[in-house]
């Protein structure tokens, strides 16, 4: 536990730095709590990769795998142990009627590069996360599950 202490200490110190990319570091120094809420969120799912990085003060544990179907998967756990939340990828195939309707609507020619499911708010809401461009500008939207549309990058008007 002192050594989980430690490296919460030196990362909230050093918070400006690992602020948006975070830090790789060894499955072994992550803590028992933060391991096991991963370990029972995605059941089955072997990590191969944990980072770390701090926001508004508080140490975000980023455990990245394939799923079993190959898909890329990201489970978000706080330093408490509390589950964050879980990105999945998806395809086109499997982002609701509403979301499309809306993705159509604010980026008319959109291509995706990346789809991702997030699951934020312990299971309550459901957002779907496009990165992709529109005549070759680049293009971040988020949409909910109920066709709202949360972001619209800004370097993006239609």
């Known amino acids: ?14 918070a400006p730095a690992f602020a948006q990319d975070g830090t790789e570091i060894a499955m ?23 980072s770390i990085e701090v ?8 455990f990245e795998a394939k799923d079993h179907n190959g898909c890329h998967i990201e489970i ?36 995706a590069d990346y789809i991702e499911l997030s699951v934020r708010d312990g299971g309550g809401v459901y957002v779907y996360e496009f990165e992709g461009d529109v005549d070759g500008a680049a293009v971040d939207i988020e949409i909910a599950e109920n066709g709202e549309l949360l972001v619209l990058s800004d370097d993006y008007s239609s």
């Open 76 to 111: 978000d756990v706080t330093e408490d142990g509390r589950l964050e939340e879980i990105e999945m990828e998806v395809s086109m195939e499997d982002v609701p009627e509403a979301v499309a309707t809306t993705l159509q609507r604010e980026a008319p020619g959109f291509r």
């Open 55 to 62: 926001e508004n003060g508080v140490a975000i544990y980023e």
């Open 1 to 14: 536990m002192p050594r989980a202490l430690t490296l919460i200490s030196t990362l909230a110190f050093c």
């Open 28 to 50: 072994e120094d992550v803590p028992d709590l933060v391991l096991d809420t991963a370990m029972n969120t995605a059941p089955g799912v072997d990590f191969d990769r944990v």
